[in-house]
């Protein structure tokens, strides 16, 4: 908690606004002011165990520590402001006169305008306490303490004024879970279209807009998978950025996640963006079928002979895509040349309705993908075991390999070898 004997009178300007039964303060804050006077939504229940646990899900949440990373390293940081409850204390309002417009080029303003604008004065003595954004107030706080000079930048707040009685308790925890129960996250669809951080991101758009085997053939539709009945488009958006996603991940998971927030510089992004290139000339070159499509036009709509209601080629599905991609990452991460690990994939069996692929990831009764997450396992480390890949570097037996897909299949199998990496 702050210590209220140190801090001093805040004046802060502000617009009065209500909605419903509430009335509210819009203004902004220093960076350093939040740090000081701000603490947690913990405050607004009465039972010590709801405080703690509260507070351990903030003190453990990696979320605050990525938005100081985000503070401290990105030069164009912003983001939405917080919702700030207040009680103790005598925070007072001061109307600004704004009816007299002689002097700037306004016509009459509406009246609803008047009162509306004034000063936000806190005595220092208040108890302010973070509704909605407490992960960023707690980002902030480490920040500041990393980094004295952000303190002078400005947040906007928005300020409701709380009782510190049952009722006020009961209105404030009713307003703290609706604003969390109503935020939307940002979907994938919306990263891939507008992050201009995410290098995955980037390179998924430049790959759309550019690439021959991909401009004008890859679908925007929601989510991941692609219709059989679709013969244009060689995949989604959505599985070429999780592809990319699967390729370029050699970090540890949360600096992957930490370093797809902040931008990378130019030439860090021709980097990553030759290397997807690279991938995909070697994918084209050693499957006729992707060559074919590359050098056709769109409208030809060649791709409806490698994904129709048979089943067709394997890496004409998103699943088989990414699991073609998971092979070459994990070769790769063995030292193995590119070349000469897509080569080796292109020798696998690619039908989908032959083995070893129907009934684990083709339904060849209903004509449909089988994609749940433990026949896709299976499917990966039988390509990779098929390659010659050692099953230990997955930490499974052959035994138990054949085990899970035998269950999956309902009938003893035999585990397959179409040639060897080593």
Same mark, same amino acid.
């Given at each position: 908690?702050?210590?209220?004997?140190?801090?001093?009178?805040?004046?802060?300007?502000?617009?009065?606004?209500?909605?419903?039964?509430?009335?509210?303060?819009?203004?902004?804050?220093k960076?350093?002011?939040?740090?000081?006077?701000?603490?947690?939504?913990?405050?607004?229940?009465?039972?010590?165990?709801?405080?703690?646990?509260?507070?351990?899900?903030?003190?453990?949440?990696?979320?605050?520590?990525?938005?100081?990373?985000?503070?401290?390293?990105?030069?164009?940081?912003?983001?939405?402001?917080?919702?700030?409850?207040?009680?103790?204390?005598?925070?007072?309002?001061?109307?600004?006169?704004?009816?007299d417009?002689?002097?700037?080029?306004?016509?009459?303003?509406?009246?609803?305008?008047?009162?509306?604008?004034?000063?936000l004065?806190?005595?220092?003595?208040?108890?302010?306490?973070?509704?909605?954004?407490?992960?960023?107030?707690?980002?902030i706080?480490?920040?500041?303490?990393?980094?004295?000079?952000?303190?002078s930048?400005?947040?906007?707040?928005?300020?409701?004024?709380?009782?510190? $009685?049952?009722?006020?308790?009961?209105? !404030? %925890? &009713? *307003?703290?879970?609706?604003?969390?129960?109503?935020?939307?996250? #940002? /979907?994938?669809?919306?990263?891939?279209?507008?992050?201009? $951080?995410?290098?995955?991101?980037?390179? !998924? %758009? &430049? *790959?759309?807009?550019?690439?021959?085997?991909?401009?004008?053939? #890859? /679908?925007?539709?929601?989510?991941?998978?692609?219709?059989?009945?679709?013969?244009?488009?060689v995949?989604?958006?959505?599985?070429?950025?999780?592809?990319?996603?699967i390729f370029?991940?050699?970090?540890?998971?949360?600096?992957?996640?930490?370093?797809?927030?902040?931008?990378p510089?130019?030439?860090?992004?021709?980097?990553?963006?030759?290397?997807?290139?690279?991938?995909?000339?070697?994918?084209?070159?050693?499957?006729?079928?992707?060559?074919?499509?590359?050098?056709?036009?769109?409208?030809?709509?060649?791709?409806?002979?490698?994904?129709?209601?048979?089943?067709?080629?394997?890496?004409?599905?998103p699943?088989g895509?990414?699991?073609?991609?998971?092979?070459?990452?994990?070769?790769?991460d063995q030292?193995?040349?590119?070349?000469?690990?897509?080569?080796?994939?292109?020798?696998?069996?690619?039908?989908?309705?032959?083995?070893?692929?129907?009934?684990?990831?083709?339904?060849?009764?209903?004509?449909?993908?089988?994609?749940?997450?433990?026949?896709?396992?299976?499917?990966?480390?039988?390509?990779?075991?098929?390659?010659?890949?050692?099953?230990?570097?997955?930490?499974?037996?052959?035994?138990?390999?054949?085990?899970?897909?035998?269950?999956?299949?309902?009938?003893?199998?035999?585990?397959?070898?179409?040639v060897?990496?080593?």
């Amino acid at each position: 908690m702050p210590d209220k004997s140190k801090l001093e009178i805040l004046k802060v300007p502000g617009l009065r606004a209500h909605m419903g039964d509430w009335v509210y303060y819009v203004t902004f804050l220093k960076l350093r002011d939040v740090a000081e006077r701000v603490s947690f939504v913990r405050d607004i229940h009465t039972s010590r165990v709801l405080e703690d646990l509260i507070q351990r899900e903030i003190d453990e949440s990696k979320h605050s520590w990525s938005i100081k990373q985000y503070l401290l390293h990105q030069r164009q940081r912003f983001f939405n402001g917080l919702v700030i409850g207040v009680y103790g204390g005598t925070p007072s309002w001061t109307e600004l006169n704004v009816d007299d417009t002689s002097n700037v080029s306004l016509d009459a303003l509406p009246t609803y305008i008047r009162g509306a604008l004034g000063i936000l004065t806190f005595s220092g003595t208040e108890q302010l306490f973070a509704i909605d954004g407490q992960h960023r107030v707690a980002g902030i706080k480490k920040a500041v303490e990393a980094r004295k000079q952000l303190g002078s930048e400005e947040i906007c707040a928005l300020f409701i004024s709380h009782r510190n $009685d049952r009722q006020g308790l009961q209105r !404030t %925890r &009713r *307003l703290f879970t609706t604003l969390n129960r109503y935020a939307k996250p #940002v /979907s994938k669809m919306e990263i891939i279209a507008l992050d201009e $951080d995410d290098v995955l991101a980037i390179i !998924t %758009r &430049r *790959l759309v807009e550019g690439h021959p085997l991909f401009r004008e053939r #890859v /679908s925007r539709q929601k989510g991941k998978a692609i219709s059989k009945s679709d013969r244009r488009n060689v995949t989604s958006i959505v599985s070429l950025y999780d592809s990319l996603d699967i390729f370029f991940r050699t970090r540890p998971p949360r600096l992957w996640r930490e370093f797809r927030k902040m931008r990378p510089g130019d030439s860090k992004i021709r980097e990553y963006y030759q290397r997807a290139e690279r991938l995909w000339a070697a994918l084209i070159a050693c499957f006729p079928e992707l060559a074919e499509v590359a050098n056709s036009r769109p409208d030809e709509e060649l791709v409806g002979k490698y994904r129709n209601r048979s089943g067709g080629h394997l890496i004409f599905r998103p699943v088989g895509l990414e699991m073609i991609v998971w092979t070459v990452r994990i070769f790769l991460d063995q030292g193995k040349p590119l070349g000469k690990i897509v080569k080796a994939i292109s020798r696998v069996p690619m039908d989908l309705a032959q083995a070893p692929w129907a009934g684990l990831l083709w339904d060849p009764v209903n004509h449909r993908m089988t994609v749940a997450g433990e026949n896709q396992q299976v499917a990966r480390r039988l390509m990779f075991y098929g390659l010659g890949g050692d099953l230990k570097v997955l930490k499974i037996t052959r035994k138990q390999l054949r085990e899970e897909w035998g269950g999956i299949l309902n009938r003893r199998v035999r585990l397959p070898r179409w040639v060897s990496m080593s």
